[in-house]
C-alpha cells in the first residue's frame, strides 16, 4: 500500500467533510416531504371545515378560507336547533366520556392487579394464566360479537353505556395485563420480600410499594386504552344504537344520513371533534409514553 | 436455649431437591455464615428461616418456638437484602419505620427507634431523601438501618455486601462486624465470598448441592476441611490434592505415588482412626501457602520440583510446580526468583497437611 501524504489525507477530510453535508440535507428534505405527507390531510380536514358551502364548491381542496368561520362547528357540536334527523355530536360525545372513563379505569387497574400477581405472587399454573391471558390479544374483534351480546342480553345491559363499559374493560383486559406483567418482571422482587417481614399484606404492597413506581406503565396503558376505545367502531355499532350510542357511531350516522346535500365542513369539523380528546391525550402524555415503553431496558 | 434450630429440613422446587436434611444450631449471639457455590441453597435456607419460602420436610425453631408454620413478620426476624430492597417511592425515613407503623408501635416510640438506629448509623443527615439520591454505601447503610429498628432476635443477611465495589465491600464489612461486636444479635448471613466469611463469621456452614458439608469455626474449616470439597472451596488458589497411597510399615505411617520413589513420612498427624492405614487410596492435601522455599521448621519435607509456570500478582506469586505429573500450586513473596523449567528445592510444612480417602472424599 502507497503511503499517503500529509496533504493526501487533507483531500480525503475534505471529501468525507461533503459526503457528509450532502447525506444531511438529503435527510432533511426526506422528513420534510414525509411531513408534508402527514399533514396533508389535517389541513385539508381544518381548512375545509372553515370554509362555507358555497366557498367549498368554487374553490379547490387546497384553498385557505376566506375568513376564521366557526359555524360548521358549532352545527356539528349543537345542531342546528330543529327537531327530528337533527344529529349533532354533544349528547355523543358525552356518552363516550362515561364509557371510556370507567372503562379506562377498570381495565388498567385490574390489569395492574393481575400483572402484580402474575410477576410477585406466583402460584401453580400461572404461566398458563398468561398464555391464555396473551391469547386474548390476538383474538379479533369479531369473535366476540356474538357469545358478548349475548352475555349483554342475559345481563340485561345490551344497548347501554355500562355495556360498552363492560366490553371494553374484558376486551383491554389482555392488554393491559400483559403491560403490567412486563413491566413489574423488571422490579426486584425482594421488595415485595421486605415488604412482606415489614407486616405489609398483598393489598398494602401493591398500594403503597409497587403502585407508586408504576406511573411510567400507568400512563402508556391509560393512553393505550384511550385510544383503543375512544376510537372504537365495532363494539359501539354493534352493542348500542340510537341515545346511547358513542361518538364514533354517531360520527357515522350523521356523515352518512344527511339526507339533502353533503355539507363537508360540518363533516370535517365532526371528524376533528371526534378526534380531539385522544390528541390531547396524546399531546399531554406522550413523552411519558415513550419513557414507558422504553422503560426497563435501562433501570432508571 | 438456641436462638436458631432447624431440624431435618429438606425443600423441594418441584422435582428438584434444593436442600436435603439440613440440621443447624446457632447460639445466643453467634455469627453463622452459609457459604457455597451459587445454587447450593444457601438463600433458599435463608428464606425459609426468614418465612419467605414453605417447608417440604422438617422444623424451624426460634428461641424454642417451631416457627415453620408462621408468618415472616411475626418471626422476630429482620432482613437486608442484595439489591438493598428499599421502597423507591419512600424517603428514608419512611422506609425505616414502615415496618414499625405496620406493627402498629405508638408513635414516640417509633421516634425514638428511629433517632437511635440513624444516629447510631450515621444516616441521621439523610432521613428525608429518596433512596435514589443515596450512595451504594449508604443504601445498604439505611438496609441495615430499617432492619435494626425492629429490634429483631436474628438478622438474616442475604449477600448484602454483592453489590459493591470492592473497595466499599471491605469498608461495609468491617463495619457489618463492628455492628455485631457491639449488638451481639445473632447473626445468619449468606455470601459466595470466602473472605466475607472468614472475617465475619463465628461459625462456617459451608454447603453444596443442598447439604451443609461442614459446619465449624473459620480456623477448623481453614485448618482441618472436613471432606475435598470444603478443602478445595476454602482458599485461593485452593489446596493441593495430591493422589497417592498410604505406607504403614512398624507403625510409621507414610504417603506414596504411583510409581515413584518419593515418601513423604506422616508424623504427628490426627488421624480420626488409626487403622486399616496401609495401602490406603488418599488424597494428600497441603495449602500453596504451606509449601515453602526455605526451610521453616525441624519438621519440614525436603523435595525437589520442577517449576512450570509462575503468576505474579503484586505482592506474590504463585508458581506451578510438576509432583509425578500432578500440578502443585505454591505461594510465595513476589521477591523470590525462581527458575522455569528447573528443578527447584521447596519445603512441605507437615503440621499442616490433610489427608482424605480418596473415594469417600472424608477426612480421615
Known amino acids: 500500500m502507497q503511503d499517503k501524504t500529509h496533504s493526501s489525507y487533507k483531500q480525503l477530510e475534505q471529501k468525507s467533510k461533503y459526503t457528509n453535508m450532502f447525506l444531511r440535507w438529503f435527510l432533511y428534505f426526506v422528513l420534510v416531504i414525509f411531513a408534508l405527507y ?168 401493591f398500594f403503597k410499594i409497587l403502585l407508586p413506581v408504576s406511573t411510567p406503565i400507568i400512563v402508556v396503558t391509560i393512553i393505550w386504552q384511550f385510544t383503543q376505545i375512544w376510537n372504537d367502531f365495532l363494539f359501539g355499532s354493534t352493542f348500542s344504537f340510537g341515545e346511547a350510542a358513542p361518538i364514533q357511531v354517531a360520527l357515522n350516522n350523521m356523515v352518512l344520513s344527511s339526507t339533502s346535500v353533503k355539507e363537508y365542513n360540518v363533516d370535517m369539523a365532526s371528524a376533528i371533534i371526534a378526534g380531539i380528546p385522544t390528541l390531547i391525550v396524546y399531546v399531554l402524555a406522550g413523552k411519558y409514553f415513550i419513557r414507558g415503553l422504553t422503560s426497563g431496558a435501562v433501570k432508571g | 436455649m438456641k436462638t436458631l434450630k432447624i431440624e431435618e429440613l429438606s425443600k423441594n422446587f418441584g422435582s428438584t431437591e434444593v436442600l436435603r436434611k439440613i440440621n443447624l444450631e446457632i447460639d445466643e449471639g453467634n455469627f453463622l455464615v452459609l457459604l457455597g457455590p451459587s445454587g447450593c441453597g444457601k438463600s433458599t435456607l435463608l428464606n425459609i428461616i426468614a418465612g419467605l419460602e414453605t417447608i417440604n420436610q422438617g422444623n424451624v425453631h426460634i428461641d424454642d418456638y417451631n416457627v415453620s408454620k408462621v408468618e415472616p413478620k411475626d418471626r422476630n426476624i429482620a432482613m437486608v437484602f442484595q439489591s438493598y430492597a428499599l421502597y423507591p417511592s419512600m424517603n428514608v425515613r419512611e422506609n425505616m419505620i414502615f415496618g414499625l407503623k405496620q406493627a402498629k408501635v405508638s408513635k414516640e416510640k417509633i421516634e425514638e427507634q428511629l433517632e437511635k438506629v440513624s444516629k447510631f448509623l450515621q444516616v441521621d443527615a439523610l432521613l428525608e431523601r429518596k433512596p435514589s439520591q443515596l450512595s451504594g454505601g449508604q443504601r445498604q447503610r439505611v438496609a441495615i438501618g430499617r432492619a435494626l429498628v425492629r429490634e429483631p432476635r436474628i438478622f438474616l443477611f442475604d449477600e448484602p455486601l454483592s453489590n459493591l465495589d470492592a473497595k466499599l465491600r471491605v469498608e461495609m464489612r468491617r463495619e457489618i462486624k463492628k455492628l455485631h461486636q457491639q449488638l451481639k444479635t445473632t447473626v445468619v448471613y449468606v455470601t459466595h465470598d470466602q473472605t466475607e466469611a472468614m472475617s465475619l463469621g463465628t461459625n462456617i456452614a459451608i454447603m453444596n448441592h443442598g447439604v451443609i458439608q461442614q459446619n465449624d469455626t ?102 506451578t510446580f510438576n509432583f509425578e505429573n500432578q500440578e502443585v500450586l505454591a505461594k510465595f513473596p513476589s521477591t523470590v526468583k525462581i527458575d522455569l523449567s528447573k528443578n527447584t528445592k521447596l519445603f512441605f510444612d507437615l503440621t499442616q497437611i490433610s489427608l482424605f480417602d480418596a473415594k469417600t472424599e472424608e477426612r480421615i
Request: aromatic share 16%; proline share 5%.
Open chain 1, 38 to 205: 402527514f399533514i396533508f390531510p389535517l389541513y385539508v380536514m381544518v381548512v375545509t371545515s372553515l370554509k362555507t358551502m358555497e366557498e367549498i364548491r368554487q374553490g379547490t381542496l387546497l384553498t385557505w378560507p376566506s375568513g376564521l368561520n366557526f359555524d360548521s362547528w358549532l352545527v356539528a357540536w349543537g345542531g342546528r336547533g330543529y327537531g327530528a334527523g337533527d344529529t349533532f355530536l354533544k349528547p355523543y360525545f358525552w356518552n363516550s366520556i362515561k364509557m371510556v372513563v370507567p372503562a379506562v379505569f377498570f381495565s388498567t387497574f385490574i390489569g395492574a392487579m393481575a400483572g402484580y400477581v402474575l410477576t410477585k405472587w406466583r402460584f401453580k399454573g400461572d404461566k398458563w394464566v398468561f398464555l391464555f391471558l396473551l391469547f386474548g390479544c390476538f383474538i379479533p374483534y369479531q369473535a366476540i360479537l356474538l357469545p358478548m351480546a349475548r352475555t349483554l342480553g342475559v345481563l340485561g345491559i345490551s344497548n347501554s353505556v355500562i355495556g360498552l363499559v363492560l366490553v371494553h374493560t374484558v376486551y383491554g383486559i389482555p392488554f393491559t395485563t400483559l403491560f403490567f406483567r412486563n413491566f413489574y418482571v423488571s422490579i426486584p422482587s425482594e421488595l415485595v420480600k421486605a415488604a412482606r417481614i415489614d407486616g405489609a399484606g398483598f393489598f398494602k404492597i
Open chain 2, 218 to 319: 473459620p480456623e477448623n474449616i481453614y485448618n482441618k476441611p472436613s471432606n475435598t470439597f470444603v478443602a478445595d472451596f476454602i482458599g485461593s488458589p485452593s489446596m493441593n490434592l495430591i493422589k497417592g497411597n498410604l505406607k504403614e510399615s512398624s507403625n510409621k505411617v507414610s504417603f506414596v505415588t504411583h510409581g515413584s520413589n518419593i515418601e513423604i513420612p506422616i508424623n504427628g498427624y490426627d488421624f480420626k482412626e488409626k487403622s486399616n492405614l496401609d495401602n490406603k487410596e488418599v488424597f494428600f492435601g497441603i495449602r500453596p501457602e504451606h509449601i515453602f522455599f526455605k526451610k521453616s521448621n525441624e519438621e519440614d519435607f525436603e523435595i525437589n520440583l520442577r517449576a512450570d509456570l509462575s503468576e505474579y500478582i503484586g505482592h506474590e506469586q504463585i508458581m
